[in-house]
């Protein structure tokens, strides 16, 4: 792919950072330059990660919900491996709710805690047919007020199941924007609040997805690739923690897109 060309911040041999030397690395950048930043950061992943999407599979609001509560403490390939089934046993709300416990928990068991998860299907199934005629809410208030719903699994919902932007702040998610410098907060509702700020609206949930494929394919918690990093110009973390050298670095990348993540670095070997 040339889409190395389309973006304004590949790293070329020419513009590889200084580790340390980034403005915000040093505390001195302003507020209008960390937005122009973030948003730069967002359209140079948005041509690096051009069909990032959640990795859940799902096909209703309801069959999103449950998914996403069963991806706690697990891969979402996991998840995907269990919910075929899953969703052909318990088609509705009503059904979780009437859910035989013993045979729920088989079929979620490979998701781990499934002890948990099923009481909070059978719960969430419960108070969807009690509270809601058995359909998903939109609203973020009453997401969050059913059983194992947080305010990342409600924006999730949200976000990919009815189109209404959030932002995801899963342990990626705060990774890489403490690494970025982008918010040093702590608390995931502050983290949100401060990059609701800095990013725009209508981009927030493309935005989360974007920064959670760069945080499994490149921005690794254990030594990031930032030698073929295509935002290490924007980053002021790079070399902190990962390898500058690009052949180094480029071992590090193992996704089936790893050859365009590359070209986008202007690493060719
Ligand atoms: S891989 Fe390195 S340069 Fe890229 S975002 Fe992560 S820390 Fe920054």
């Not at 990032?52 to 998840?79: G, K, N």
């Not at 052909?88 to 998860?117: M, V």
């Not at 410098?181 to 949930?205: F, G, H, N, S, Y």
């Amino acid at each position: 792919m040339s889409s190395s060309r389309q973006s304004g911040s590949s790293l070329t041999p020419q513009k590889r950072p200084v580790v340390g030397a980034h403005r915000a690395a040093r505390g001195e950048e302003t507020a209008l330059a960390r937005t122009r930043r973030a948003r730069r950061i967002n359209r140079t992943l948005a041509v690096a990660y051009p069909d990032a999407h959640a990795e859940l599979d799902f096909r209703t609001p309801l069959e999103l919900l449950v998914a996403t509560v069963l991806s706690a403490q697990t891969t979402d390939v996991r998840v995907n491996q269990v919910t075929p089934r899953l969703f052909a046993t318990y088609p509705t709300a009503a059904a979780y709710a009437r859910a035989n416990r013993a045979e729920l928990e088989e079929i979620i068991r490979p998701t781990g805690f499934y002890r948990a998860k099923a009481g909070h299907l059978i719960g969430l199934g419960t108070q969807l047919e009690q509270r809601f005629d058995g359909v998903v809410p939109r609203a973020l208030e009453d997401l969050i007020s059913l059983p194992g719903v947080g305010r990342k699994t409600a924006h999730v919902v949200r976000g990919n199941a009815f189109d209404l932007p959030g932002l995801t702040v899963d342990t990626h998610f705060q990774r890489l924007v403490h690494r970025w410098r982008l918010t040093a907060e702590k608390d995931p509702v502050a983290i949100e609040r401060d990059l609701a700020e800095i990013i725009e609206k209508k981009e927030w949930t493309l935005f989360s997805h974007r920064v959670i494929w760069h945080g499994r394919r490149v921005c690794h918690a254990k030594s990031p690739a930032c030698g073929v990093c295509m935002i290490a110009a924007d980053c002021p973390a790079y070399g902190e923690s990962g390898p500058t050298e690009p052949a180094a670095a480029a071992k590090r990348v193992t996704s089936p897109d790893r050859r365009h993540l590359l070209d986008m670095a202007g690493w060719e070997a």
